[in-house]
């Protein structure tokens, strides 16, 4: 072997100088992810550049709607550049007791809580530094807010926000497995990526942390954030078929296989507009005849409300929980009767029209029964969720890259255009989606018992506006021969069962990590900010279908429950 020395931090040998990995920490993955990411991170690890995610569906609605306030006020011009209060402040308070950290250890951070204010967001972290006084320089990127540019195309609603997430994720949160980590779960460590030159990474996490990384917390995570085999991205399509995922040590996972592709003509933008006002009231039924006591309720509220019914957008009645035979305590014989109502009318939903129930009142409707209501009518106590709030509407659509002009302010002062890509490629509208191909034979895996797919199958789910990602993996070869042949997509609608309304579901696969994958189109009621679902991130589909019961080989059960 030829001799090998360092040169300016890197290794060379023979003759190639291969630049080392640059380490990258992830310290965030919402706005109120854990305080002390980024210090301990910046304190105690070897990272060159600390992440953080803040943004997603809710506060980048919230925010991009301060802004349209203001604007709408007159409280700023649309050619302003700060919009007070217009990021996540929550940020600021991570970022403070970081600050002589990042300084003394020359490590660069960057974040997107800039939301609609990124110059705003700079100004204050200027004064963080001023008051360590260290020497730090802040630099900002904007652009990605297209209004202006698209005001001609107003009507076909082209306003962009943009969305993604990341943080503990990998490292144990939200782990289909995490009975695994026998109670090490409360504070799980933050992700740490080294990233070489040829685009392939180590996946390792803080030391000394609870959580734990190895190819199942890794493959989550990546079955969570995709919609199918081509991830798109505004200046790279990432090709994720033959992704691979190897432990190579204690807390580290290899990543390889990933292909890289020309990014997409178009780059996904967030449309957020006021949707109404909405609320909820909830009954309580105990015992027996679940569901006759909820269909009198309906029955009942219904008939109150008259032709008030028509007032409303969205007028759900919904039961969650079921009461087990012979339960063993009320708690356990008793669920949730939960009434929700959408309205562009806020009268509707008003306190003060609870005093006259003549001008519509949907509190009112709601109470009004409970005298002449089931056997053990009982109400929640807390009335406020029956007084309306607003609530607002989010679509995902498509963008030319050409109408987005970012740049980046340098703290010198310079401005730099950041151009669109100049080579992209046009994809299909809708991602491959197929069944598996040469199918095994069941009868060949021998005698099996019936059992929750849980039992064997890990997997995470999550949203996309409307839409609900799925992934199911397994951790052994011939389970996945297995996996593949039983999770077909009328597999997947029969195991929804009433939650299965017909919409398109896509299915790809993934074999190198042994992962089905599925897109259910729409199946999350409009997404976040304005569903009337329970499952308001789409987060506990995977643990519903890993409930739903499947017949197992046993020899796959011989290796022991997840």
């Not at 300016?8 to 992830?26: C, D």
């Not at 949730?336 to 409707?365: E, H």
């Not at 056997?375 to 007084?387: E, F, L």
Request: glycine share 10%.
């Amino acid at each position: 072997m030829a001799p090998s020395a360092t040169n300016n931090g890197h290794r060379e040998t023979n003759g190639h100088v291969a630049k080392r990995p640059i380490n990258i920490a992830g310290c965030s993955g919402g706005v109120y992810d854990r305080k002390r990411a980024i210090h301990d991170m910046a304190k105690n690890e070897d990272v060159d550049v600390i992440t953080g995610d803040w943004m997603s569906e809710c506060n980048m609605t919230l925010r991009g709607s301060d802004k349209r306030d203001r604007l709408a006020q007159k409280k700023m011009s649309s050619g302003s550049t700060v919009v007070a209060k217009g990021y996540e402040p929550y940020f600021l308070d991570e970022l403070d007791p970081a600050i002589p950290h990042l300084a003394s250890r020359g490590i660069k951070i960057a974040v997107n809580a800039g939301a609609s204010d990124v110059h705003g967001l700079a100004l204050a972290v200027k004064e963080l530094i001023m008051k360590h006084g260290v020497d730090l320089k802040v630099g900002v990127v904007d652009g990605d807010d297209v209004t202006d540019a698209v005001l001609d195309l107003y009507q076909k609603g082209e306003i962009p926000y943009l969305i993604s997430h990341c943080s503990t994720y990998a490292t144990g949160g939200y782990y289909s497995g995490f009975k695994d980590l026998e109670g090490k779960d409360t504070d799980m460590g933050y992700p740490i990526a080294a990233i070489d030159e040829k685009g392939e990474a180590i996946i390792t996490m803080e030391k000394g942390k609870h959580g734990l990384v190895n190819t199942q917390t890794v493959a989550s995570q990546l079955l969570y954030e995709i919609q199918g085999p081509l991830y798109y991205n505004s200046d790279v399509t990432a090709s994720i078929e033959d992704m691979y995922l190897q432990e190579i040590g204690e807390n580290a996972v290899h990543v390889s296989g990933v292909k890289g592709l020309p990014p997409p003509s178009t780059t996904k933008v967030g449309i957020t507009a006021k949707g109404g006002w909405q609320a909820e009231f909830h009954f309580y039924l105990t015992g027996l005849d679940i569901a006759e006591k909820a269909a009198m309720v309906e029955r009942q509220t219904r008939a109150l409300m008259g032709h008030h019914i028509k007032r409303f957008s969205c007028l759900k009645f919904m039961v969650a929980g079921n009461v087990p035979s012979d339960p063993q305590s009320q708690e356990e014989a008793t669920v949730d009767m939960r009434i929700f109502a959408q309205t562009r009318d806020p009268d509707l939903l008003s306190g003060n029209n609870f005093v006259d129930s003549d001008r519509g009142s949907f509190a009112r409707f709601c109470i009004e029964n409970l005298l002449q209501g089931y056997p053990g009518s009982t109400m929640a106590p807390d009335m406020r969720t029956a007084i309306g709030r607003p609530f607002f509407e989010y679509w995902v659509s498509l963008l030319p890259q050409s109408f987005v002009n970012e740049t980046v302010h340098l703290p010198d002062g310079r401005v730099l255009d950041i151009p669109s890509p100049v080579v992209t490629r046009e994809y299909a509208r809708e991602q491959p989606s197929y069944e598996t191909e040469s199918p095994a034979n069941l009868e060949d895996f021998g005698p099996t018992t019936r059992g929750p797919i849980g039992w064997v199958a890990m997997g995470r789910s999550g949203d996309k506006s409307s839409n609900c990602n799925l992934g199911l993996f397994v951790r052994h070869d011939d389970e996945w021969n297995w996996l593949r042949t039983i999770m077909t997509t009328k597999q997947l609608r029969s195991m929804l069962g009433k939650d299965d309304v017909g919409n398109q579901i896509d299915r790809c696969e993934f074999p190198n990590i042994r992962a089905v994958h599925f897109l259910l189109k729409d199946h999350l009621d409009r997404g976040f900010n304005s569903t009337s679902s329970f499952d308001s991130l789409g987060k506990n589909l995977c643990e519903y279908i890993r409930a739903k019961h499947v017949d197992i080989p046993n020899t796959f059960l011989e290796r022991g429950r997840i």
